[in-house]
């Protein structure tokens, strides 16, 4: 049982390039998630679904793009990087949600 | 203003004290309360979860929620230095949305 699975770990990116973050679950969670994590900030909620072909906004959402074709994965686009999103960026799934998230082991992503 | 304040800390507590680690929300309509726990360069891992006022234990740690108050406190009992890593408050309305605290960074010295 994998748990919550995200590629790639660690990613450098120059200004204006397009990448996916991916993030796969195998316990059939309706509920997935996308945060970053800055220093001092806490996790900020970017986008979330609550199930395949339902996304919506979170917090700061500016910049990113996803999709949810399939119940089990759940990629995260940005669309032309930028140096402010340089982050750490955790992808979660629950079956419920009001009873806590299981999150991936995160992808470090640095623009340049 | 944060919808919900923690202290970041760090916070250094020799072996074997009691922890305790705390958070203020702004917003009543949050009714459901977790802790996290986050080791270095790992991602986070449910401690706890309630949604009623009142004291939930597990093992050597407490969540306690005063909902009059908007205030949530996480205490561990007989500390570690495996329980060394930052721990993070979240709160949410209903399933899709947790709102995070900044996050506390826990050392406990042997």
């Known amino acids: 049982n994998a748990g919550v699975t995200q590629t790639p770990k660690f990613q450098v990116l120059k200004t204006g390039q397009s990448m996916t973050l991916q993030c796969a679950q195998d316990?059939?969670?309706?509920?997935m998630s996308w945060y970053r994590q800055d220093p001092g900030m806490g996790l900020r909620l970017i986008h979330y679904?609550?199930?395949?072909?339902?996304?919506d906004q979170g917090e700061v959402p500016n910049g990113y793009n996803v999709s949810r074709s399939t119940t089990e994965d759940f990629p995260l686009r940005l669309l032309s990087a930028a140096p402010s999103q340089t982050s750490v960026y955790f992808c979660?799934?629950?079956?419920?949600?009001?009873?806590?998230?299981?999150f991936g082991s995160g992808t470090r992503l640095t623009v340049v | 203003q944060k919808e919900v304040e923690q202290d970041p800390g760090p916070l250094s507590v020799p072996e074997g004290a009691i922890v305790s680690l705390n958070c203020t929300y702004s917003n009543s309509a949050f009714q459901y309360f977790m802790w996290y726990r986050q080791y270095s360069r790992k991602g986070p891992e449910l401690l706890m979860y309630?949604?009623?006022?009142g004291n939930k234990e597990d093992g050597r740690f407490t969540a306690q929620v005063d909902k009059s108050s908007k205030y949530i406190s996480l205490f561990i009992r007989d500390s570690q230095p495996s329980d060394s890593a930052t721990y993070l408050c979240?709160?949410?309305?209903?399933?899709?949305?947790?709102?995070f605290g900044q996050g506390t960074r826990l050392t406990i010295n042997p």
């Open positions: 979660a799934s629950s079956n419920t949600g009001i009873y806590g998230y299981t």
């Open positions: 316990m059939n969670h309706e509920y």
């Open positions: 979240a709160v949410t309305q209903g399933a899709q949305k947790l709102v």
């Open positions: 309630t949604y009623s006022s």
């Open positions: 679904s609550v199930g395949a072909g339902i996304t």
